[in-house]
């Protein structure tokens, strides 16, 4: 019996119906992470021991009288920015490459307390500084669908680790695409939450104020699923907002929804064939009732570089605490107090982050200060109000969710109009805090050479809600995958010779 | 008097420690005194990766009750920052602090000097902020160690504006700061322990100079209201030297040495940091309602300004009385107690007694006295507050009633408060128990002098020879018979007559 891509209501059935145990359940996954992550180095860690023993726990909470959590006895993978006690948590870097956590992050605490089993930790650019996975400190992570491809990232680890069925979902982070993108390049769903409804806390911060722990899936329903568990204001976390969080399932139809398409998110540049396949997916949305509203968001080519300013000024400062000191990678060469910082540091950080440390220390500078962040930060309220109002319009916003299918791994950088298309499709909405669903919708060649990928490669629909908007994201995510098939195709098994 | 033309400009900048029960920006316990190091810490504290922090409100609500003692305005918003330096005693390589939205700005608190001047002390700004851990370099080891117990301690750092002029100001300005910080509960402020701290920042205006001196010289390390005024008049004398031979001192940091008592250079400005300051992205801005500053208003006692005031009105002590009295905030609470005790007798005394206000006048300075004296001293040795003592408002009352009444020596009042202090209990019974009634009968003490008399008749004939001392001696005599429980005034009467 197979069971690596079921959706986690079908997984709940068999094991509530003991069809199944949580036991064989996580030794089925480990085995396949065992068997494939050596070609995809979707993961960091694995678990397997803790992993056993927590299911051990589930099946007896599954043998006992009573209903079981939605997600007990479910195995799961965390990007390894989700703090984890006593299992390593490195954040693919060299500073925290021997870091175990004393304590675990809320969104690891609520799914403990559904017995979920942790199964592994997942490769990601270091500190998500990227959007390749190539960054890491472990290696690049593969796409399953071409191996010869990157899985996108920062939460690359995790989208490719779902994409394989080496788990039935993943919690990954998005600060500036980090989720949409490689959900859409792996081809698996993937929800980037409102700013403040996923706690933050024990999630190693990135950029304080654009950080939003979400999550990849077989589904939105799954996803659905997950939001339910995840969300809620956190006392740990004075950013979280105190929102009710109880989102419908039932998939509805249409009418009445509408669907806004931005123009400046269907610009020249991107890959056509992504274009045309996010254009279909409106069209099947209008046949499912929604209507399509053109809109204009002229602010939109403003947002890359206010995140350009905003995004390193917080990363450097969250970065301040890796200092030797305390716990992480500490220099063997230090003569005085000085070097310890200085060694440490420019030996422990990989080269992006000692950019984006520069860069950030120098937007803070005295002096630099009104000049960048603080202007950054008023244009950054500009993008904002105008969502706000382009929302009073419109329900959702639809786009691609990346401007093209994975790349040649090595070769992201070849591209830079790719990149800077990319930012102008998630970054805008990231700095608003807005929730986003990334859902398969298609495949598309690619550019740059050959696939053995029969279909092409995965491409994804992004649908952006405004504040607080998840309900809507979901019923049109819903009602999408129940008329299309997209998120039920897989990569093809990669053989183990 | 060319001197006092150079004159001094000081501001002071003041931390103090907000006694909460958990850490400004976290829920790991807030004690100090610890003995064993590193046990007052979680996640938060030692900044691990992914950890928030989350305000303290009981650290916010003492903030803005400070502020309003401090006469500040306590504006709708305030929002904390990000202050970056490197330094192992601090966990995130930043501390959370305030910048330009401080929690309370622009009050003032008032002085009286020792010549009677009264001085309002312009306050620019009072702001939270997290304390650092301590940094341990144990002697002869090639490596230091980091304690970040203290590290997270509410903060409340206080600052003034430049208009301190003499070491004498600067010294009234942190004791009555100390005392409105106890008496709004909000810390002990113990300049000795380290929950007050003062770095006074201090220049030499040239006479005529317009505007503040082009330096300042910050002193740290000052540990006690003495070396704050030592190290501040150290300064202004140095300083003044130095800019009568025409120099303008460096603008550097000063430590206060105790050892050579003088201050001493620490490091120098030029290589200030840059603070990098970031609107705290962690935490949103805190706002104030009009109806939470009320409330924190209505939760405001009797502050020591006010209360100095109403003491010198309703009880007539003397200043120096007062000020000892008002030094100690629970001390005043006990002290209104028993004189409300002894109001309410006098009032239920015949009308010739309660008609006498310098009887009740001599009463409350008694009753100041023992609070002042005898009580304080043994209340100090056990670090008690009068409130956990065994001797009731009511009990301390009646002992005055009784001293008041010759029913005990004032040495034997000595003896029965002592016993009311270790076991408690009614200074009548206590005095019946130790047997320490004083003798006022007169028949009793006029057989005793008698004898005396006829025992003693060298110094009779002395004393009628003109020898005052021979007096003092047959008082003693008549004492040591009646076993010291004589009333002495009269003792002294009843002898005196018997030699005429």
């Known amino acids: 019996m197979k069971f690596e891509h079921l959706e986690l209501s079908e997984l709940r059935e068999k094991l509530d119906k003991k069809e199944i145990t949580s036991v064989q359940l996580t030794e089925y996954f480990l085995a396949r992470i065992e068997k494939l992550n050596p070609e995809l180095n979707a993961f960091v860690t694995i678990c397997r021991d803790e992993a056993l023993s927590q299911a051990r726990v589930a099946d007896d909470y599954i043998n006992s009288p009573g209903e079981n959590p939605p997600l007990c006895g479910i195995p799961f993978s965390a990007k390894d920015l989700f703090c984890t006690v006593g299992v390593r948590t490195t954040a693919s870097s060299k500073i925290l490459d021997q870091y175990i956590p004393p304590y675990d992050s809320t969104v690891i605490v609520k799914l403990k307390e559904q017995k979920a089993v942790l199964v592994g930790k997942t490769n990601l650019d270091q500190f998500a500084h990227g959007s390749s996975t190539e ?18 990232g920062s939460s690359g680890g995790s989208a490719a680790s779902v994409a394989a069925g080496m788990v039935p979902f993943a919690l990954g982070t998005e600060t500036g695409g980090s989720i949409r993108q490689p959900s859409s390049l792996c081809g698996v769903s993937g929800w980037k939450p409102t700013y403040g409804r996923v706690s933050r806390f024990g999630v190693i911060a990135m950029a304080s104020s654009l950080d939003s722990p979400g999550a990849h899936g077989k589904s939105v329903k799954d996803l659905v699923s997950l939001a339910n568990i995840m969300s809620g204001v956190d006392l740990k976390d004075s950013t979280t907002g105190d929102r009710i969080s109880d989102f419908r399932l ?227 995510g819903l009602a999408y995958q129940s008329a299309t098939d997209w998120h039920k195709k897989h990569p093809t098994e990669i053989s183990n010779s | 008097m060319e001197n006092a033309e150079y004159k001094p400009v000081i501001g002071l900048e003041v931390h103090i420690q907000l006694k909460t029960k958990s850490k400004m ?88 000097k020792s010549d009677g001047a009264v001085k309002k002390i312009a306050i620019q700004r009072a702001h939270l902020e997290e304390d650092a851990g301590k940094n341990i370099h144990p002697d002869g080891l090639p490596y230091s160690l980091v304690d970040y117990n203290r590290a997270g301690t509410p903060l409340l750092e206080i600052v003034t504006h430049p208009c301190i002029e003499s070491a004498e100001e600067a010294r009234k300005y942190l004791e009555e700061l100390q005392r409105i910080a106890r008496y709004v509960g909000a810390s002990d402020a113990d300049m000795e322990k380290g929950s007050m701290r003062c770095e006074p920042s201090i220049s030499v205006r040239l006479p005529g100079e317009v505007g503040l001196p082009p330096y300042k010289c910050e002193v740290k390390n000052i540990n006690s209201f003495k070396f704050v005024e ?192 270790e076991r408690g209990g009614d200074p009548s019974e206590i005095v019946g128990d130790l047997g320490l009634e004083q003798v006022s009968d007169e028949g009793a003490i006029a057989s005793v002098i008698d004898v005396v008399i006829a025992n003693n008749e060298k110094a009779v004939t002395d004393y009628k020879a003109g020898l005052e001392k021979s007096f003092g001696f047959l008082v003693g005599q008549a004492m040591k018979e009646l076993k010291g429980k004589g009333n002495p005034n009269l003792v002294n009467e009843l002898l005196r007559n018997k030699l005429k």
């Open chain 2, 25 to 112: 920006f976290g829920m790991a316990p807030n004690k100090l005194d610890m003995t064993e190091p590193n046990v007052n810490i979680d996640e938060v504290v030692t900044a691990q990766p992914g950890s928030l922090p989350v305000a303290n409100k009981e650290a916010i609500r003492l903030a803005a009750k400070m502020g309003l003692a401090l006469n500040c305005t306590i504006d709708e918003w305030s929002k904390f920052d990000r202050k970056h330096y490197f330094y192992p005693d601090l966990p995130k390589g930043y501390q959370i602090s305030q910048l330009d939205q401080p929690i309370a700005k622009e009050g003032w608190l008032e002085i009286t």
């Open chain 2, 230 to 421: 030592q190290a501040i008049k150290y300064e202004i004398e140095r300083q003044t030297e130095m800019r009568k031979e025409g120099l303008v001192p460096k603008q550097v940091t000063m430590g206060w040495n105790e050892k050579l008592n003088q201050t001493v250079e620490q490091r120098s400005k030029e290589e200030a940091n840059d603070y990098r300051y970031l609107p705290e992205p962690d935490l949103p801005p805190l706002q104030f309602t009009s109806e939470y500053i009320e409330e924190l208003r209505g939760e405001l006692p009797e502050l020591p300004a006010a209360k100095r005031k109403r003491f010198r009105e309703e009880y007539g002590l003397p200043d120096a009385d007062i000020e000892n009295l008002i030094n100690w905030k629970e001390l005043t609470y006990y002290f209104e107690n028993v004189v409300s005790e002894l109001d309410a007798w006098i009032l239920s005394a015949p009308a010739e007694l309660s008609g006498k206000t310098d009887k009740r006048g001599k009463l409350i300075k008694s009753v100041a006295n023992w609070c002042l004296q005898d009580f304080s001293a043994m209340l100090n040795v056990e670090h008690k507050n009068p409130d956990e003592s065994l001797v009731t408002p009511e009990n301390l009352a009646e002992l005055v009633k009784l001293i008041d009444d010759g029913k005990i020596s004032s040495s034997a009042a000595k003896q029965v408060f002592r016993a009311m202090y």
């Open chain 1, 250 to 476: 039932q998939i509805a139809d249409l009418k009445g929804v509408r669907v806004g398409v931005p123009k400046q998110y269907f610009v020249d540049g991107m890959q056509e064939e992504v274009r045309e396949r996010v254009i279909e997916a409106t069209k099947e949305l209008e046949r499912l009732g929604a209507e399509l509203v053109e809109v204009d968001l002229p602010h939109t080519k403003y947002g890359s570089l206010v995140y350009a300013i905003v995004a390193p000024a917080e990363i450097a400062s969250n970065l301040s605490r890796y200092d030797g000191i305390r716990y992480g990678y500490v220099t063997s060469e230090a003569k005085n107090l000085l070097e310890v910082y200085e060694k440490s540091r420019s030996e422990g950080f990989g080269d992006e982050a000692k950019r984006r440390i520069m860069t950030g220390t120098y937007v803070l500078s005295a002096g630099y200060y009104d000049a960048y962040y603080k202007r950054a930060q008023k244009v950054r309220r500009f993008i904002i109000n105008e969502f706000a109002e382009v929302f009073k319009k419109v329900d959702v916003l639809v786009a691609p969710s990346s401007p093209n299918v994975a790349v040649t791994l090595g070769k992201a950088a070849d591209d830079p109009l790719f990149g800077y298309i990319a930012d102008q499709l998630n970054i805008p909405s990231s700095l608003a805090g807005l929730p986003a669903l990334s859902v398969p919708c298609g495949f598309a060649r690619p550019q740059d050479g050959v696939t053995p990928s029969v279909d092409g490669l995965p491409v994804g629909l992004q649908i952006i809600g405004p504040q607080w908007g998840e309900q809507k994201i979901f019923d049109v």
């Open chain 1, 135 to 152: 960054t890491s400190y472990y290696g690049p992570t593969k796409n399953p669908w071409d191996t010869s491809r990157i899985p996108g």
